[in-house]
Each structure stands twice: as C-alpha cells, then as structure tokens.
C-alpha cells in the first residue's frame, strides 16, 4: 500500500470504488483493514497479466530458496542472487478470525482469495514485474 495508508493522513485507495461506495467500515476496526486487503488484492489479480510474478510470503518463510530464486528470475538477476537474504525473513504475525470477531463472510472471502493468490504464486513467472497503476487514492 503506501504512506497515505496509516494515521491523520490516511487516503485508502479507492480499489475498484469499494471506499467511496460508503459501504466501507470505520478504519477504527479490524474489518476496514481486511476488507482494504481484500479490495487491494482483488484488484491486484484482476489487473496482473502473465508478466507478471506472485510470491506466497507464508511459503517464503517456511522454505525460503525455492522463493527467493522465483524473486530473483523475476527480477532479471540469477536465480541464487537472494539466496543470503533467507535469514532477514521473518514470518507474519497470524491472527484468529474468531478471535477478533470478524464477520463469517469477511472470513470466508479473505481465505477464498488467499487461495487464488497462493494459486497465483504457483504460476510459471513470465517477465519481470511490473507497476499497477489502476488505482488511486480515496
């Protein structure tokens, strides 16, 4: 995301309308965060062509030299160029839905899209990455 994303400042991006539709939750609670994950990464997979490269950071971190040669090919560089970043890895703190009360169907649609992306990253890599530039600032 990016610098307008936290604080005073915040200006969410405006993915595929979902913040200016006024169906958005108050950034106060867990619920705007996630549906923002949701809305940013759907449109993310919407927008990306083959050229495009997806990395499952969970994965990343569970065996990270299959991951960072993807990075790396995708990149352009050979594929052992990252390999001694492996240990500036860190895996991301997890969190229980339940716990936090987040609603069934909000639940439902972020496991449904981390499987597309977790399909995503499978994918053979094509190109170098590259840029998004359909979205904009709410």
């Not at 979902?18 to 939750?25: F, L, N, R, V």
């Not at 809305?39 to 990306?48: G, H, K, P, Q, S």
């Amino acid at each position: 995301l990016g610098h307008f994303e936290f604080g005073a400042a915040l200006r969410p991006i405006d993915f595929n309308g979902w913040y200016g539709s006024g169906t958005a939750e108050s950034p106060g609670g867990i619920a705007f965060w996630l549906s923002y994950w949701c809305n940013c990464y759907e449109a993310v997979l919407a927008a990306a062509g083959p050229q495009v490269t997806f990395i499952d950071y969970d994965a990343l971190c569970r065996d990270p030299d299959p991951g960072l040669a993807r990075l790396a090919e995708a990149a352009g560089l050979a594929p052992e160029a990252l390999a001694d970043q492996a240990a500036r890895l860190r895996p991301p703190t997890g969190y229980d839905a339940a716990e936090e009360r987040v609603a069934p169907e909000l639940a439902e649609r972020i496991e449904a899209l981390r499987a597309r992306l977790r399909h995503a990253a499978e994918a053979p890599a094509e190109a170098p990455v590259e840029t998004v530039e359909s979205c904009r600032h709410g």
